[in-house]
């Protein structure tokens, strides 16, 4: 129910109740289907600062950091990672070149395939 989610996300405000970056997740995980809506909530969080952490590029490495992310926000940020961070880098043969290490960091070792969560499948998120 990703509506019913993202209407209880909305409404936190209406209650006086804070967001933090559990409810991020949370509402990232109920609407991860919805890519455009995900998207524009994971930027929310990215604004905020929820995820400042989770992008770090440097001259000779790069690293997408997903501790603390849930299965849908990670989704996401792996999304937003391609096709907003590494663009400079995909774009410019020579400071790709110069790249040493490309890190994706997922966590504790502890793994949820997307088609163990009822009802989606990788073809859901294309």
């Given amino acids: 129910m990703p509506e019913k989610g993202y209407e209880l996300f909305l409404a936190m405000d209406q209650a006086g109740l804070k967001r933090d970056v559990v409810t991020y997740n949370a509402c990232l995980d109920a609407v991860c289907t919805n890519i455009p809506l995900a998207r524009s909530i994971f930027h929310e969080g990215v604004k905020i600062g929820f995820y400042s952490k989770v992008s770090r590029l440097g001259d000779n490495w790069l690293e997408l950091d997903l501790h ?23 774009v410019n043969s020579d400071k790709l070149s110069q ?27 294309e």
């Avoid at 849930?70 to 663009?87: K, N």
């Avoid at 790249?99 to 998120?125: C, M, P, W």
């Fill in 68 to 90: 603390f992310m849930s299965l849908g926000g990670g989704e996401i940020a792996l999304w937003w990672w391609f096709q907003e961070c590494l663009v400079e880098y995909m």
């Fill in 99 to 125: 790249v040493k290490s490309i890190n994706i960091v997922t966590g504790t070792g502890k793994s949820r395939q997307r088609s163990q969560v009822e009802g989606a499948s990788i073809d859901s998120l």
